[in-house]
């Protein structure tokens, strides 16, 4: 299958390749969201089809659902599945601590909910997703829609006393139009550049009203499966 793939493609599906070895018959699995993800959830698809693999999934997105169940993928939601033994999914950036930015797909709230609700969180990435320091990538945070100017104002407020290197904040569009979340929430990306303490500025952020998640994962995810453009994988 990965013949015709781009490199990023071929690093993308050897990583989700090699981390649907850690599902196993019977299992509960959390589904990530994104590009990375996708692969992940074709393969799982392909050892239920041509395995008779039997899992549950629960997706993080409706994208993922709508994927998953493509794929011939029995799909439950968390509170049935009541808690789960592997969650795979992607990142945005991770560090030497396994420590994450994930939310450029839109999608941390569930991806959060679902990843501590897991035994197990193995994170799949090519090897441009690793960085020796946080936040390059823009942090998404999601707001709710009431008075979201203001919680963006008090998240500015806030950046000032915190070890970053840049402040400014964009609220995500979709067109012209604010982007929606599965939620109905919007979503504001801060560029700090460098995130000094990732651990104090995720805790710091959920305590202004309006905040719903940030996309920083501290602490959750168990295991990075690197893949590379060549179709090499490396663990972590
Ligand atoms: C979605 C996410 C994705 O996992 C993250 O954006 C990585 O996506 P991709 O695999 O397409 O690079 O956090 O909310």
Known sequence: MSAELSPIDKAK??????????VEDGMRVGLGT?????????CLGEMVREEGLQIKGV????????LARQMGIE???????KWLDVTIDGADEFDGQLNLIKGGGGALLQEKIVATASDMMVVIADAAKE????????????????????TRALIEETLVGMDVLGRTTTLRLNGQKP???????????????RIGDPRQL??????????????LFIDICDVVVIGQGDGRVEVR
Not at 13 to 22: G, L, P
Not at 181 to 191: A, G, P, S
């Open 13 to 22: 599906f050897a990583a989700a390749k090699r981390a649907v070895q850690y």
């Open 34 to 42: 994104g590009s990375t993800a996708a692969w992940m959830v074709r």
């Open 59 to 66: 997706p993080t997105s409706t994208r993922t659902a709508d």
């Open 75 to 81: 799909v439950v939601t968390l509170d049935e599945a």
């Open 131 to 150: 960085v020796a320091q946080l936040g390059a990538f823009p942090l998404p945070v999601e707001v709710v829609p009431f008075g979201w100017q203001t």
């Open 179 to 193: 982007f929606l979340t599965d939620e109905n929430n919007y979503i504001v990306d801060l560029h700090l550049n």
């Open 202 to 215: 995720a805790l710091v952020l959920n305590q202004i009203p309006g905040v719903v998640e940030n996309g």
